[in-house]
Structure formats: C-alpha cells, structure tokens
C-alpha cells in the first residue's frame, strides 16, 4: 500500500522567517521522490509540515488524496526516518523495530513475527535481541528503516539518513534503499543536499532553495536542462560565462560574452536581448577546440583515474573545470600553459540571469 | 588521585586530600560512632558512667520495638515519606519534562528563577509560609469559602499540611535531577515514537521516563530521605495526631534528657531509610554512583 502526495501551495512562516514559499508538487504512489536543497532552504520543514509535525501556514498536504489537515504525526500514513535515526537506546532492537506495532495494540506473538520478518528483510536475522548500541552505523540504519517499514505507510520519509555514514557506507547504502524502496513499493520521500546522493536513486527530483521550489524534474533532466540558474550551479559542476544573448533561433541560443559568441541550447528565459549565462558541464568540454572555442590558462591538472580535473582561468577570469577522459589526456593542457576548449552547442544551456 | 596530582600540584592536592578525609572522618564518621556508641548504653546518671551497669545493651532499641505509639509513628514516618517522594514526583514530572523539551530558552529561565528563588529563603520561614497560608482563619480557607468551595473553614493543619510543606520544601531536589535526565534525551526520540502512533502515555512510559530512570530514583532517594529526616514541617503544620518520627527523636534528647534512647531512635531511622534507599534503587535497577552524579 502506498500512497500519493501533493502540497498544494503549502508555505511555513516561523515568527517572521519565511521558511517556505507556495511550494506545490506531486509525489506519485510508488515513486521514489527526493528533496534537494542546500542546509535551511526549507527542505526537513517540508518534510515536517509532511509528517504533520508542524501544520504549514499556508496551503494543504494531501496524502493519498485526502486531506491532512489537524491530523497528527500519529494519525498519518506516513513513517519518519531521523537524521539522527533516533533508535531506542534502552529498547532491543526487536522492541524498536515492533514498536509502532505496541503502539497499535498488536499481540506479543504477532509483534515478534513481524520483527523477525522484519529483519529477515534488512538481513539482520538474530539480531533481535542485540540493542541498538551494538550495531554499526549501516546495521543501525537498516533497523531504523525496519522500525519505520513495521507500521506498513503509505509514504516513508527519510531526513537526511546517510549523512552520518561514511562514503563507502553511504554509496552502499544508497543501493540497498533503492532496491528496499522497489521490492517494497512505498512512496519515498527523500532530503538531502547531496546531489549525487538525489541523482543516484530518485526517480524525480525537487530542487529548493531559500525556501522556494526551483524544479521539479528526472535526475537527467535536472541535470541536462536546468530550468534555473540555481539548479544549473547547485547540480553538477558548471563553468558559467556571463553575456548577453543575441539570437535565439531553433532551440539555439546565442551568447555574446567576453570570450566571445558562444552557442548553446535555449533554456528559461533566454530571449534576445537579455542578460543570461551559458552553462557548460566540465565533461562537455574538451581540449583542442572545435565549436565554441575557448582559450584558458591552465593551473592545475588532477589526474583521478578514468579522468582528468583540469582547473584554470578563462581569459575573462572566470573559473574554469574540464573533466577529460584519460584516453584523450594525450592532449591533456600543461599546468602553467595555455590552452583551448571547446564544446558542442548541445551539451551547454543558456538561460536568462532574471 | 594521580589525575588530582596532576591537575593540581602535589601541594595543593594533598590540602585537598586532608580536607576531604578531615570532613568524612570528623564531620560524618565520628559524630554516627558517636550515636551508634550511645545508642548501645543504657541511660545513666553520670555518677554510674563507666560502673558495672555501663555495658552494651539492645535495650534501647529494644524499648522502641515494644512501645506501640512510638512504633506506629515510626513505619507512619516511613510510608508518609515515601508519599511525600511519590507526590513530590506527581509535580515535578510534568514541570521538569516541560522545562527540558517544550520550553523556550526565556521560559526556562524565568521558569528556573521562579523555583529557585524561594530557597533563597531559609527552610524554617518557608515553612512559616505555609503555616500562615494554611492557617485555619488563613487566605486559603477565606479564599475556598468565598469562592463557595466549602462552607466552613478546613483545619488544614495535621497530615495534609505536613504532606504540602514537604512537598514544598523539597521540589527542587526532585525537579533538578529529572529535568537533567529528561533534557538529555533527544527530542527526536520522543517524535519518532509520536510518529510510529505512540499515545501520549506510551511516549512517556516507554521513552521517557526509562530514560530518565536514573533522575527520577535520585530525586526518590533525596526527597525520601530529607522527608524522613525532617523536622521543621511537622513541628510548625503537624498536629497532636499527625507527629513524625523526628519530633520523638528531638523529645527524647531535649525534653526526656535521655540522649541514649534519642540516639538509639535516630540509629534504627538511619538503618531503615538506608534500607529504604537500597531497595528503591535496586528495583529501579539504578547505581549508587548514578545516583551520585
């Protein structure tokens, strides 16, 4: 059983903080749905006014099509999962888990075997009994998920969950809730501010920032064809060239900057005449020129394996990083020399600065 | 004692070292050898002192065991501060959970200088507060009577008085150390626990208070101790039928002149409160040392 979840303009005002502004989406059954933003651009206020730890000032939670409103943290069909994760410490990991189960009045008996099922599923089995201090910081994790999994939501909700955990850990984790949230079906809602972490499991993505939402998109269209600049800088590395657009013809927008006219695809607000800024990716750059060429100087090369980070200074003075593949570092650029790039119109954006 | 060393300096850790021996031995040790050492002769004029009649005898122990009244008021004193804890505990619970999770940085001052301040003032007047509060042509009858409450005036003195100024007197020792257990435990804990569907009830019995087990046993064992050990109270708001085990102990020093039975008296309330305090801990599955800190 999952279910949908649509704000509906909901915003939050805390004293005269603005928290959030007109937010409106909709997270369909099923979906796993991330929430991207960086630390207090509104994000685990959302995720609150969801949970209904905090009613929103303004506009409405539907969940599962009905509406949420005066309904408590407790009365609603969704599970928390803490930043901190906020097991027990006093509870062994079978009463964590069975928990929500006590809490409705569920049988001894029947409590433990949905425990037991439980951990058969996070592949704790017989743990049951350790307590929560015991475990490392993914089994931890995984109880946490167990204990929110045991009161069957519609929508799970999770702050942040891996952000204690270490990269191998998290990269590891990531699979494991991705594949939990597929043999499960529940709808997730998942906060975070690590864009890789948003990128990697979510089926859609919503990007907020000072408290307002940006876009709501596929991981792939986010990063492809950013509808602000914000998204554009706040996903992915980006070298953005400031100018003024001059044309914009088939999908094609030209930018008059300081390095020169440059090309790329039309995004939101391009129109002739307008300030904008072209956003190219580190990968889409490629040394030698071609298309769009580019001269910079060269400060510093990061050989990381399978690619190269090359940092420097556009002749503008605007920073510039490529990533280039280790089959073309052949014609990698020197540090302390200069060099040319180049791009392929279709793979920057241009989009208006309003 | 190495870490005092080095902390300190030999020189001045060795004055703390004698200090803390000088107390424990001249201000606790010698003055309980003391009472055990009278409680264990028998009352006699000084010319007898140290004649063939002063030997060690149960016999004072032994009168408080075959006296009835005194006995009574003795298990009364014990089960009536066990109340006193227990009612103490009734208060300050919701108090110390509101000021460790709900209030506001400005609440909880104003909410600590509220509690505090009034032991700025000395036990006896605060006691002398409630005496004229409670007295039987005092505010709070006048206020019950003309709110229609009651008809006539209530003899509020006995029991009932006794069992406020307790309370009274000793909220501090039972907010304090719940509110530091309670202000400790992640507020996250206690919304989790409201998201998986717990009640309010449940929230507090299975997060909180095993949480703040070891506050709350402090707070029993100092509340149930000062209690037991309290004069003040009983002697100003008690009543001929409501007297405390204290008020027997202070007859027999200052008004009997038997200091040996007195001591032999204060000996066995020391031992049971000790008894007392053991149990209570061990049932709350609590540490001496927790309790200590």
Redesign the interface.
């Known amino acids: 059983m999952s279910h949908s979840v649509e704000l509906a303009g909901i915003g939050m005002t805390f004293g005269t903080t603005r928290a959030v502004s007109d937010v409106s989406f909709k997270v369909e059954a099923g979906e796993f749905f991330s929430i991207l933003g960086p630390s207090g651009c509104g994000k685990t206020t959302i995720l609150r006014m969801i ?1 209904g ?1 905090i009613e929103p000032t303004d506009g409405r939670v539907l969940i599962g099509d009905q509406d949420m409103k005066g309904l ?3 009365q609603r069909p ?3 999962i ?3 994760l ?1 097991l ?1 410490p ?2 062994s990991v079978r009463d964590n888990i069975a ?2 189960l ?3 009045g569920v049988g001894r008996a029947e409590r433990r075997a949905k425990a037991d099922d439980l951990l058969r599923l996070i592949a704790l089995e017989g743990y049951g009994d350790r307590m929560p201090g015991e475990l490392s910081g993914g089994q931890r994790q995984r109880v946490a998920i167990a ?2 999994l045991a ?1 069957e939501p519609g929508v799970l909700l999770l702050d942040e969950p891996l952000s204690a955990l270490d990269l191998k850990l998290r990269q590891h984790m990531r699979a494991e809730l991705r594949a939990l949230q597929k043999r499960t079906g529940v709808t997730f809602i998942y906060i975070t501010h690590d864009q890789s972490e948003a990128l990697a499991m979510s089926d859609r993505v919503a990007v907020m920032s000072a408290g307002l939402l940006q876009q709501v998109a596929t991981p792939r269209e986010l990063y492809d064809n950013p509808a602000t600049p914000f998204v554009a800088r706040f996903v992915g590395e980006t070298n953005a060239i400031p100018g003024r657009i001059t044309d914009v013809q088939a999908g094609t927008a030209r930018i008059d900057t300081e390095l020169g006219p440059l090309l790329g695809r039309a995004g939101q607000g391009a129109v002739p005449g307008a300030q904008g800024t072209i956003y190219v990716r580190p990968e889409a750059l490629m040394p030698g020129g071609g298309e769009n060429p580019l001269q910079a100087q060269i400060d510093r090369v990061d050989f990381e394996g399978s690619f190269a980070l090359v940092h420097g200074r556009f002749d503008s003075g605007a920073a510039l990083t490529a990533s280039v593949p280790s089959t073309r570092l052949a014609d990698a650029p020197v540090p302390g020399h200069r060099a040319s790039f180049g791009f392929q119109h279709a793979h920057a954006v241009v989009l208006g600065d309003g | 004692m190495g870490d005092l060393k080095n902390r300190f300096g030999p020189g001045l850790s060795t004055i703390f070292l004698i200090l803390v021996l000088f107390w424990l031995a001249v201000m606790v040790l010698a003055p309980n050898l003391m009472m055990i050492d009278y409680a264990l002769r028998p009352n006699l004029p000084p010319a007898a002192l140290g004649g063939p009649d002063d030997t060690y005898t149960l016999s004072n122990i032994l009168y408080l065991a075959g006296e009835p009244t005194h006995r009574a008021i003795f298990f009364k004193t014990i089960w009536a501060s066990g109340l006193v804890a227990a009612v103490t505990f009734a208060v300050c619970y919701p108090i110390a959970f509101w000021m460790a999770q709900r209030a506001t940085t400005g609440q909880l001052a104003i909410a600590l200088m509220l509690i505090i301040i009034p032991f700025f003032i000395n036990e006896v007047l605060r006691t002398l507060a409630w005496f004229i509060i409670l007295a039987y042509r005092g505010p709070l009858n006048a206020v019950l009577m003309n709110i229609g409450l009651i008809e006539a005036p209530i003899r509020w003195q006995g029991n009932g008085g006794v069992l406020a100024a307790m309370v009274y007197a000793y909220i501090l020792f039972m907010l304090l150390p719940i509110y530091n257990a309670i202000e400790s435990l ?1 507020k ?2 206690i ?9 309010r009830w ?1 929230i507090h019995t ?2 909180v208070i ?2 703040a087990k070891a506050g709350i046993a402090t707070g029993f064992v100092f509340t149930f101790m000062l209690a037991a050990g309290s004069y003040v109270a009983p002697a100003l708001l008690g009543s001929p039928g409501s007297r405390w085990f204290t008020e027997i102990i202070y007859n027999w020093f200052f008004e009997g002149g038997d200091w040996n039975r007195g001591a032999a008296y204060a000996l066995v309330l020391l031992v049971l409160c000790l008894a007392v305090v053991l149990v209570t801990l061990r049932l709350f599955r609590v540490n001496l040392t927790d309790v200590a800190k």
């Open positions: 949970a730890f408590g943290p407790n969704t599970a928390m803490f930043q901190s906020a027990f006093l509870m928990f929500g006590e809490a409705r204990r929110a009161v | 992640e996250a804990q919304e989790a626990a409201r998201d998986l569907g717990a009640s449940r299975r997060v095993p949480h």
